[in-house]
Each structure stands twice: as C-alpha cells, then as structure tokens.
C-alpha cells in the first residue's frame, strides 16, 4: 500500500500574510487546491485562468479566508497572453513570493497554440516558460523566493519509450504526432526547466523545483476518458490504486513553496508516490528524489532546452 505523502502540520500552518503567489490553471485540480490553500494560510494569490469566469466560480466557496484570490486571465496557448497577464501582475503588485507553473493539459489530439507550437509543449512549457522569464525580476527583488514547475511521473517516459526531448523536431512537423510522446516530451521539460532555472539563479535566493503530484482526480483526463469514468466507474477501485485527491495532490507544491530546508535542494525533482515507475523502489516516490529518467539529469539537454525555449517565446540569447 503506498502512502500519500502530506506536509508538516506546521507548514501549513505558518502565516503567509503580505506574501505573493502566482498560481497558474488555478481553477481546477491540483492548482485550485494549491491557490486555495495558500490563501487559507493569509497569502495574496493571482490566479492565472484560461477562462475568467470558471476562475471565479471555482473560489466562490472559499469563503472568508485570511489572504485572497484575484482571477486574472492567463491563455498559455498565447504568448501575446503571458505577456498581458505579466504587465496586468505588475500592476497589481510589487513583489512574488512563489510562483507555481501548474496548469497543463494532457494527451490532446493534435493542435497549435496561437503561435504555431505543437499543444502539449506549448502551453505545458512553453508558456510557463515565457511567464517565468517575464517575473524572474520580481522573483529576484523578492528572494528568498521559489518556483514550482508541475511535472508528472511520465517525464521518465512509458513502457516502450524514455521521456526525451527531440530538439531537432521538438513539435512534431517531421514525424507523426504521438500524443504520448508529447507529453512525456513537455513533462520533462517541466524538469529540467527546473534543473537549469536552479542552475542560473544560484545563490540569488530564488530556488526552483520540479513535481509530480501524484495520480490526482482532476479534469486532466478530459482527452483519455470521459471525466465520469474516472469519476463514477473507477472512483471504488481508484483510491486502492493509489488515486488522491487535488488536496493530497497540492501538498508535494506546498512543500515546495514552504519547506525551509528546500532550498537547499533547489533544482531537484519531488515527488508524490505513483504505481507508473519502471521499477517497484521507484514507487514510493521522495521528498526529493532522483529521477529515474537519464535524460532528466542531463545538464547539457537543459541548457540547450533553455536556450532553444529563449529563441522559441521570442527572447534574445541570454
Ligand atoms: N491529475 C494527475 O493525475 C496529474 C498527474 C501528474 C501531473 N499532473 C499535472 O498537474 C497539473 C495540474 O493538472 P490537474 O490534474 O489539476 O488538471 P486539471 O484539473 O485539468 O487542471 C489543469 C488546469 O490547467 C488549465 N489550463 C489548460 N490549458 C491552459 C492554457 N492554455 N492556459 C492556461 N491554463 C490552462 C486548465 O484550465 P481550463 O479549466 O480552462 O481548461 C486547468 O485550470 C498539470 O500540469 C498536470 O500535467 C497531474
């Protein structure tokens, strides 16, 4: 039997007030949960949605909390957005505490962002990546800061294939979209975003991770199955497998965010347990771990993703 993995007590309770969050796909699942939770402790979240409205609904039972949540619009699948949504964030406030890169989308059939980048890298790196870039000053003015980049156990990849990233074809224009691939390809780019963000801030006080969740009951199935399947069908066996809730599924970020020792881990991979490692000792997960993938240790590959993500959002060589 695997065990969930839960924060110290204290952690969430340790008083967030006059502290900054930017909180991306906070209108459902792991992100709500997360938003939610550090509003709960007295935080000022903007969350960032693709749709305002959903964005609203979803806090209306927050109820009375010490902090709050403003819903501002993030379209990740548009850059012309990141960068709206970075001025609109200035706007608003002066400093950034946490910001955790957790919206994404999994296994969708092919498509385009608006600014022609294949959907699963674009919106699930692509798009944190240019946000990230746009508040790294902020983040910096107001270190000790962290981020958190949402990743998943399949970066490490699937039965038949390693998790890699294909620099040469990186949005399927040369060979067949394969929806899986895609996915572990912009999942592991989620890590090394993370290894390589740690490696350039250094000792500027900003530390940055990447997680895996957990097997989290979320919408995120929406293109494998139909959402009462998961929710209905599989909801008396899932919980045996090792399924969790958005709050179980919140805590591997909120450890992230508000552990005092991890920064000294910066640029590590945390995770949640999951049933999907290669191998059994794999499953337990760890707080933080090393990765079973080769690939997501690959300094080389994340510089080179992280020059080739600069030229891609539009960003001169840095
Ligand atoms: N659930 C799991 O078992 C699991 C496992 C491993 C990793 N993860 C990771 O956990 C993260 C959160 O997913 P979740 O499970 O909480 O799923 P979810 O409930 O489907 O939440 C995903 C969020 O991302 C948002 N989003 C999608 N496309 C976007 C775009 N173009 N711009 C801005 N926001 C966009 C969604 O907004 P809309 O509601 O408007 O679509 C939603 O708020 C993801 O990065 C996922 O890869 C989840």
Redesign the pocket.
């Known amino acids: 039997m695997l065990t969930t993995r839960v924060c110290e007590p204290a952690l969430l309770e340790k008083d967030l007030a006059g502290r900054v969050y930017v909180v ?8 709500r949960a997360t938003a939610e939770q550090l509003a709960r402790q007295g935080a000022r979240v903007v969350a ?4 305002v409205d ?1 964005g609203a609904a979803a806090f209306v039972g927050l109820g009375e909390v010490p902090g709050s949540v403003e819903v501002v619009e ?4 548009r850059l012309d957005s990141v960068r709206v949504f970075a001025e609109a964030f200035a706007a608003r406030a002066d400093r950034l505490d946490g910001l955790v890169n ?5 296994m969708c059939p092919e498509g385009r962002t608006a600014d022609g980048f294949e959907t699963q890298l674009g ?2 790196h692509l ?1 944190h990546f240019l946000l990230t870039e746009l508040l790294l000053d902020t983040l910096r003015a107001s270190a000790p800061s962290r981020i958190v980049c ?5 970066h490490v990849g699937t039965r038949k294939q390693v998790g890699e990233i294909d620099l040469d074809d990186p949005h399927f224009e040369r060979r067949p979209y394969d929806k899986t691939l895609s996915y572990t390809q912009s ?1 592991l780019a989620n890590v090394l975003h993370a290894a390589e963000l740690a490696r350039r801030l250094g000792d500027s006080g900003v530390s940055a991770f990447s997680v ?5 009951r ?3 199935v ?1 293109h494998t199955m139909p959402a009462w399947v998961q929710n209905v069908v599989m909801r008396p066996f899932s919980g045996l497998l090792g399924m969790i809730s ?1 709050e179980e ?1 919140a805590q591997t970020s909120l450890h992230c965010l508000l552990d005092d020792d991890a920064p000294r881990h910066s640029g590590a991979y945390y995770s949640q347990h999951s049933l999907l490692y290669p191998r059994k000792e794999h499953r337990s997960g760890g707080w933080p771990m090393t990765s079973p993938n080769p690939n997501a240790r690959d300094a080389e590959l994340a510089a080179r993703l992280y020059e080739r993500s600069r030229e891609w959002v539009g960003l001169a060589s840095a």
């Open positions: 991306t796909g906070a209108n459902s699942g792991v992100g960032g949605c693709r749709r959903a993030l379209d990740l699948g957790n919206a994404g989308v999994m919106v699930n798009g949402v990743s998943s156990v399949l999942k895996h969740p957990g097997w989290v979320t919408n995120l929406q958005p599924g």
